[in-house]
């Protein structure tokens, strides 16, 4: 049997984003607290899945005041929304080691596709002989498409936050019972 079914390592997963403030300067952050689960097929990468929750309270940028605002209705509104979820609905392997995982992205109740470019970092085991794998995962949204819609035109030009947001994601997982 080629596939696997992997549980994400909330302790060496990694989801971040970043956007411009005032168009000037990149701000970055991740979530804490993510779970989720991988079905990778080796033989056949396009016969994989990935499904993530992520909790929007554990988001963190650095600074207290900025999190709060984004955490607040301008922005994620986590008291309504809790969650963000994201649910591969195929993947198009790209070579060895890169795939295309396309699927749904639900944020604040809205779900759109979105395209993560992502690769296959490595496998190994840990001590004790659990199995590890590891990806990088990356791709953009704007954020309007999601309904997060806040913004402040500025008196030089431009915009208070970027429309466009990067995501970037390093995931950890280790192999379920098999």
């Known amino acids: 049997m080629t596939r696997s079914s992997w549980k994400l ?16 300067t990149t701000i970055k952050g991740f979530f804490r607290s993510v779970r989720g689960t991988i079905i990778y097929d080796e033989f056949d990468p396009s016969r994989s899945s990935v499904e993530v929750e992520i909790d929007t309270t554990s988001l963190d940028s650095g600074s207290e005041a900025r999190d709060n605002h984004v955490k607040s209705a301008d922005f994620l509104d986590i008291e309504n929304y809790p969650l963000i979820a994201f649910k591969s609905t195929r993947v198009e392997p790209l070579g060895r080691d890169h795939a295309r995982v396309i699927g749904d992205l639900t944020i604040k109740g809205v779900t759109r596709e979105v395209v993560l470019d992502t690769e296959l970092t490595g496998r190994g085991k840990v ?5 590890i794998i590891g990806f990088d995962a990356r791709t953009q949204i704007e954020r309007s498409d999601f309904g997060i819609t806040m913004n402040m035109a500025l008196e030089t030009g431009g915009v208070f936050v970027s429309e466009v947001v990067k995501i970037e994601i390093s995931a950890q997982a280790h192999q379920l019972s098999v």
Do not use: E, L, V
Request: zero cysteines; charged letters at 10%; aromatic letters at 4%.
């Open 9 to 24: 390592d909330q302790n060496h997963t990694q989801i971040g984003f970043s956007a411009k403030h005032m168009m000037i």
């Open 127 to 131: 001590p004790g002989g659990t199995a």
